[in-house]
């Protein structure tokens, strides 16, 4: 294809805007959460969740290729700069502007598709994309506010006696965490990291419940988790991890010296037997 020349922005982007949108994206990958939480905003834009690691395809207007004038994808992405990939039917051109992210392609030559492809999708993808469909009758959008989820990695301990600490580590978005049975629980903490995610951390006491195990469901949009331990009931000086690993290594430590020495004793008195 040869490179696309000068286009009147005039001519793209008419004054009456036809929008033109569907209920779901039907060209989404079946791998994804699409159908689900796919939703429309009063805009008429899509908002679509999108799990990381997956592939995502984005789908133009409905629009009669013989009727097509010009094909643009406008991608906006925080932090970087606009970026379009337009296509002229009649010269069979296409152009790139500001596109550096190599993920982010036609799904085939725009003669034969005009679907957008992510893959695989990256947190930073997080961001608004919209085709632009020119004919003759006007110009026809469909836009997607991507919402790239994060699975957060779920973990359970007892810190202390009685006392359990269900930790979502790095989801997108925030996670939600509740107990069975309820317990007397601390506010929820909330730790944001500069990529998106959250790690959200709920710490509860059964003090006065005679439950003997307790169970943390973590509710999130890629899906819910739920980790059950069990309560011990006689007492700890301390549940902290740290101070568990370090009992753990001075133990090892003891037994090395005490095999190390031993050896050693062996070693001497078969030196002393031999003189």
Request: net charge neutral; hydrophobic share 35%.
């Amino acid at each position: 294809m040869h490179t696309l020349g000068k286009m009147s922005a005039s001519r793209l982007l008419i004054s009456i805007i036809i929008m033109v949108s569907a209920s779901s994206s039907s060209c989404m990958d079946g791998k994804q959460m699409t159908q689900n939480y796919s939703k429309m905003s009063a805009e008429g834009n899509i908002s679509q969740p999108v799990l990381m690691d997956t592939n995502a395809m984005l789908c133009c207007p409905p629009i009669e290729f013989r009727n097509l004038i010009v094909i643009v994808w406008e991608i906006i992405i925080r932090g970087q700069p606009s970026c379009t990939k337009a296509y002229r039917k009649e010269t069979n051109e296409t152009k790139e502007t500001n596109c550096t992210d190599e993920r982010i392609t036609w799904v085939s030559t725009p003669d034969q598709n005009s679907d957008l492809q992510i893959h695989p999708v990256a947190i930073t993808h997080d961001g608004y994309y919209r085709c632009i469909m020119a004919t003759p009758d006007g110009n026809f959008h469909r836009g997607y506010h991507l919402q790239v989820l994060v699975t957060p990695e779920v973990t359970l301990f007892q810190s202390r006696n009685r006392t359990a600490v269900c930790k979502a580590v790095a989801g997108k978005p925030a996670a939600q965490i509740s107990w069975i049975p309820a317990g007397d629980c601390a506010p929820t903490e909330h730790e944001y990291w500069g990529n998106g995610t959250v790690t959200v951390e709920s710490m509860c006491h059964w003090g006065d419940h005679n439950a003997s195990t307790v169970t943390c469901h973590v509710s999130h949009l890629t899906g819910n988790k739920s980790l059950y331990i069990k309560l011990n009931s006689g007492l700890r000086t301390s549940g902290s991890p740290a101070l568990d690993l370090l009992i753990i290594l001075y133990v090892k430590l003891s037994l090395f010296v005490v095999i190390l020495v031993t050896t050693g004793f062996v070693f001497f008195q078969r030196i002393n037997y031999v003189r």
